[in-house]
């Protein structure tokens, strides 16, 4: 059994910062892509950041220069730098990643709530 936990989520004004985690455990092996999507409400779910196991990332254009996602891949984490946030990027963000366990399957965390004011 694999589980993603996220965390990080938060009020913030404006402007400001938030840093979201995404941690895997249980019966891991190696993870190859790791990634945040959110979704506000109304709205359908949508990729904000992906990275793979070597490094190289890949981002939604209304987040690109404000976002940076990063791994740590001994401890199975994906990480989220959101700055300069905009009231628009008010959602539940979630985390996704390809695990192999026992064979290799998509796994969601439950989602973290990320509200910015304006």
């Known amino acids: 059994q694999v589980q993603l936990v996220e965390s990080g989520g938060g009020l913030v004004q404006a402007g400001g910062s938030l840093r979201l985690s995404c941690a895997a455990s249980g019966r891991v092996f190696t993870i190859d892509a790791m990634g945040w999507y959110r979704q506000a409400p109304g709205n359908q779910r949508e990729l904000v950041a992906v990275?793979?196991?070597?490094?190289?990332?890949n981002y939604a254009d209304s987040v690109k220069g404000r976002f940076t996602i990063s791994r740590d891949n001994a401890k199975n984490t994906v990480y989220l730098q959101m700055n300069s946030l905009k009231p628009e990027d008010t959602a539940v963000y979630s985390c996704?990643?390809?695990?192999?366990?026992?064979?290799?399957?998509?796994?969601w965390g439950k989602g973290t709530l990320v509200t910015v004011s304006s």
């Open positions: 990275i793979n196991r070597g490094g190289n990332t």
């Open positions: 996704n990643a390809a695990v192999w366990s026992m064979d290799r399957r998509n796994y």
